[in-house]
């Protein structure tokens, strides 16, 4: 799935995206766990002012991103409430004899 949307990255994964390769590449020993130690030592050396760059890329990443993870979240809700529905119905009409002794007015029609 490459079109797949994926969350936002956080400030800090967004720095490592720009710099990940150009330590890798000028220190073609290390291992990746070693490539983000450094990244995470340079991170904690960044001054504010670029440090801070990255947090605004972040948040406008995030505010982007934030009506399509809505909608996806409210899609997935209402897909889980359908089918809990289905279950309750399914159920119900499964013990309709039962419900018929109880004397409730309900009517359903559900194609099994």
């Known amino acids: ?5 994926t969350n936002p990255l956080n400030s800090f994964f967004l720095f490592c995206q720009d710099y990940r390769k150009s330590i890798a590449n000028t220190n073609p020993k290390l291992t990746n766990s070693e490539v983000s130690s450094q990244l995470g030592e ?11 760059s990255y947090v605004d890329r972040s948040r ?19 897909m889980n409430i359908f ?6 119905i399914r159920i119900m009409l499964d013990n309709q004899e039962m419900l018929n002794l109880v004397n409730l007015p309900l ?4 194609n099994h």
């Not at 799935?1 to 949307?5: A, L, S, T, V, W």
């Not at 340079?42 to 801070?52: A, E, F, G, I, P």
């Not at 089918?83 to 309750?88: A, P």
Request: charged share 35%; net charge positive; glycine share 0%.
């Open 42 to 52: 340079l991170w904690r050396k960044l001054d504010s002012k670029t440090k801070k």
């Open 60 to 78: 406008n990443e995030r505010a982007v991103c934030k009506p399509y993870f809505l909608t996806k979240n409210l899609n997935i809700l209402l």
């Open 107 to 110: 009517v359903l029609k559900y």
């Open 1 to 5: 799935m490459p079109n797949r949307k």
């Open 83 to 88: 089918r809990t529905l289905k279950n309750i």
